[in-house]
């Protein structure tokens, strides 16, 4: 299963990012996390659905700083997904 995730609240300064790439890799995801310039937090990860599904409720709590008020998630054909990714990283 691959998805998109758009996460929105105070979602940035607060180690987001370091922690969605802690638990992804804790699970054995795969893919990506960013900060877009709006304030949100942008995601991509690969995976078994069921470690798909436990990512996402754990982005609804994200890092201990955060106030999560939406995760806006988008299912990605798999052929708009480069499978060579090998592991979780944080894009800047």
């Not at 758009?6 to 890799?25: E, H, L, M, P, W």
Request: aromatic share 12%.
């Amino acid at each position: 299963m691959k998805v998109h995730v758009f996460i929105s609240g105070k979602v940035q300064g607060v180690f987001f990012r370091a922690y969605t790439k802690k638990k992804a890799d804790e699970l054995g995801l795969k893919g990506w996390v960013k900060n877009l310039p709006g304030g949100q937090v942008e995601a991509v990860f690969y995976g078994p659905q069921a470690l798909i599904e436990e990512m996402i409720k754990w982005c609804w709590q994200g890092s201990p700083g955060s106030q999560v008020n939406l995760v806006k998630i988008v299912k990605i054909k798999n052929s708009l997904v480069r499978d060579q990714d090998e592991n979780f990283e944080i894009k800047y």
